[in-house]
């Protein structure tokens, strides 16, 4: 994981044992925090009629001016669900991140992307990890969905499962959309801390809009390095909580035998989400 010849970015020298480390508040400069406040702002235009509800409605309670001090936030996130959220130098090794998870801890990397990684950077800073990812960590049912990936992280890595499990968590917990009364919307923090992908997971005809199908999702592999071409579709958060309950021993079992697929194709037994059926919803909420 740590490969010398490809170092990490983040400061791994200060770490304790469970890769935390302190946030440092005080260390970020006026430049970091405006530039923190311009992601924010540029974002919070593009949320109406893109991000779901719950994510709107949390991404103000946890509101803050410029870059975030982790106290404040877990001041409010554990009143909420009992989640905090923890500093950490950059990317963890993967039983770490379980383990964290499975304790309702969520790791938050520290540093704040360049200027001109403005709009785009491959590894999670903090404006993707905390904007993106901890307001949902105030919805019951997610946070609870969420520990339970991370129980099952622990699980899957004695099973070999560990990349089917992770397609479920790109699928859903980064790139996932909701089918909800005003139409689609999304609650995937890869999305959410996204300034172009947010409207096109919406509005573009070019990707597939597929209902979640457990099976299917851990079937597809993905890319991290453009917009999606296969998006999966929740009707609730209560549905993604029942249907990942299962015992996921005997599905990594029949997995293997499985073919895996492509994300720019769709199989049969989707169900397909059409386009029209949410510019006309969203048309009709805007009149
Ligand atoms: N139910 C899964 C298992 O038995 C664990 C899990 C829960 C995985 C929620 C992902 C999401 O392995
Ligand atoms: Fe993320």
Known sequence: MLKPENPLRGDYSQMRADYTVDQDWAAYTPEEHALYRRLVERQSRKLPGYACDEFIEHVNELLSDGIPLFEVANAILGRATGWQIVGVPGLIPDDVFFTHLANRRFPVTVWLRKPEEFDYIVEPDVFHDFFGHVPLLMNPVFADYLQEYGR????????????????????TVEF?????PQGLRTYGAGILS???EILHCVDSPAPHRVRFDLMRVMQTEYRIDRFQD?????????????????DFA?????????PIIDPSVTVGGDTLIPLARHH???RRSAA
């Open 280 to 282: 006309d919803l969203n």
């Open 176 to 180: 996932g959309l909701i089918d909800t």
């Open 250 to 258: 005997p599905l990594y079992a029949r997995l293997r035998g499985l």
């Open 152 to 171: 099952g992280g622990m699980k899957a890595a004695a099973l070999g499962g560990l990349g089917y499990l992770a397609r479920l968590y790109w699928y």
């Open 194 to 196: 996204s300034g172009g």
């Open 230 to 246: 296969t998006y999966f579709v929740i009707d609730s958060y209560d549905q993604l909580f029942r249907e990942t309950a299962q």
